[in-house]
Nanobody, 118 residues
Framework: QVQLVESGGGLVQAGESLRLSCAASGSTFIINAIGWYRWYRQAPGEQRELVAGVSRGANTNYADSVKGRFTISRVNANNTVYLLMNSLKPEDTAVYYC?????????WGQGTQVTVSS
């Protein structure tokens, strides 16, 4: 099994930045097989949406709503993925979840709250 633990959420004002972290622990075999890490978010009353993803080879993709503001990165040696969020907007307010894809399974963290005030 793999456990994902997110951190770094909080309350900020519009225009400020936050960096989320997600650390993977557990089975070394499974962690070494992680292909994509992804960040999702879910706002109250809304469906969970994909924010950004990074492959093992550092290819990235982003939702249109965050392109140019958010940067996803990973450090394989530390089993950690990051989401740097700049120029935050109130509409970025949500619970952010980390996800890892390995061996045809998807693992999820417990989520971290990000609140952006106007």
């Amino acid at each position: 099994q793999v456990q994902l633990v997110e951190s770094g959420g909080g309350l900020v004002q519009a225009g400020e930045s936050l960096r989320l972290s997600c650390a993977a622990s557990g089975s070394t075999f499974i962690i070494n097989a992680i292909g994509w890490y992804r960040w999702y978010r879910q706002a109250p009353g809304e469906q969970r949406e994909l924010v950004a993803g990074v492959s093992r080879g550092a290819n990235t993709n982003y939702a249109d709503s965050v392109k140019g503001r958010f940067t996803i990165s990973r450090v394989n040696a530390n089993n950690t993925v990051y989401l740097l969020m700049n120029s935050l907007k109130p509409e970025d307010t949500a619970v952010y979840y980390c996800s890892a894809e390995a061996l045809r399974r998807q693992y999820w963290g417990q989520g971290t709250q990000v609140t952006v005030s106007s």
